[in-house]
């Protein structure tokens, strides 16, 4: 399903199929967007080990730190391309106890890494002792908003959920207060409840940040 024919799908079940309709193309589509995003981090549906720009780090001798791609939502395996295991992730307040003075260490053979010693970057244990290329497996955003033209077209996640994209799409359209004819509670209710029940609740920030650093520090991967 494009992004034209999801809006043509919302337009067939809210009867606006006749111009001058009620809702433009143009809010629309940035809905479906909307939705598209909630969607990914409420059920955590795109999980990539291989896009160039969020995953794969060619790194040099002695880095520490990488800085990680705003659309991760989680980190959910780090591999070096030198080492046949993934790293350990490993809480900050862990290298403090374990290893007192770890942020000066000098480079090394490293088999930890964190996520929550500065927001935005993972760091490793100690500086990497040689060039390598470092592999993650997140889970994240959509790569490009919904548009009517250009790359973004299709929605990313898998087609049998785009359908239900709609829901929230409704949800936020009858909540609009500009003209009578769109502002209706109860449906925009109903479509919130049909979102909600098929992608899960809201996902907070508050709530992500808690998984991010609380979460996966051994087999059982938390929440996400």
Same mark, same amino acid.
């Given at each position: 399903m494009t992004s034209q024919e999801l809006i043509d799908f919302f337009r067939k079940l809210t009867a606006d199929n006749t111009p001058p309709y009620l809702w433009s193309d143009s809010l629309l589509v940035s809905l479906g967007a909307e939705a598209e995003k909630q969607a990914a981090r409420r059920a955590r549906l795109l999980v /990539? !080990? !291989?896009? %160039?720009d969020l995953c794969l780090f060619d790194v040099v001798k002695d880095t520490? *730190? $990488?800085t990680l791609d705003k659309r991760i939502i989680f980190v959910r395996r780090v591999k070096l391309a030198s080492k046949d295991l993934p790293l350990q992730k $490993?809480?900050?307040r862990d290298l403090d106890m374990l290893a007192p003075g770890w942020e000066d260490e000098a480079a !090394?053979?490293?088999? +930890?890494?964190?996520? +929550?010693?500065?927001?935005? @970057? *993972?760091v490793f244990h100690t500086a990497l002792p040689a060039d390598d290329t470092v592999r993650l497996t997140v889970v994240r955003e959509?790569?490009? &908003?919904?548009a009517l033209s250009g790359p973004a077209v299709n929605p990313e996640i898998a087609p049998r959920y785009v359908e239900k994209l709609v829901d929230w799409m409704i949800y936020r359209a009858y909540n609009?207060? /500009?003209?009578?004819? @769109?502002? /209706?509670?109860v449906v925009a209710a109903a479509g919130? &409840?049909?979102?909600?029940? %098929?992608? #899960?609740?809201?996902?907070?920030?508050?709530?992500e940040k808690w998984f991010q650093d609380e979460? #996966?520090? /051994?087999?059982?991967? #938390?929440?996400?």
């Amino acid at each position: 399903m494009t992004s034209q024919e999801l809006i043509d799908f919302f337009r067939k079940l809210t009867a606006d199929n006749t111009p001058p309709y009620l809702w433009s193309d143009s809010l629309l589509v940035s809905l479906g967007a909307e939705a598209e995003k909630q969607a990914a981090r409420r059920a955590r549906l795109l999980v /990539d !080990s !291989s896009t %160039e720009d969020l995953c794969l780090f060619d790194v040099v001798k002695d880095t520490r *730190m $990488i800085t990680l791609d705003k659309r991760i939502i989680f980190v959910r395996r780090v591999k070096l391309a030198s080492k046949d295991l993934p790293l350990q992730k $490993i809480h900050r307040r862990d290298l403090d106890m374990l290893a007192p003075g770890w942020e000066d260490e000098a480079a !090394s053979d490293t088999c +930890n890494y964190c996520t +929550n010693y500065e927001t935005g @970057k *993972m760091v490793f244990h100690t500086a990497l002792p040689a060039d390598d290329t470092v592999r993650l497996t997140v889970v994240r955003e959509p790569l490009a &908003a919904l548009a009517l033209s250009g790359p973004a077209v299709n929605p990313e996640i898998a087609p049998r959920y785009v359908e239900k994209l709609v829901d929230w799409m409704i949800y936020r359209a009858y909540n609009l207060r /500009d003209v009578e004819e @769109k502002y /209706d509670p109860v449906v925009a209710a109903a479509g919130l &409840a049909r979102f909600e029940s %098929e992608f #899960g609740p809201e996902s907070t920030a508050q709530n992500e940040k808690w998984f991010q650093d609380e979460h #996966g520090y /051994d087999e059982y991967e #938390g929440l996400y």
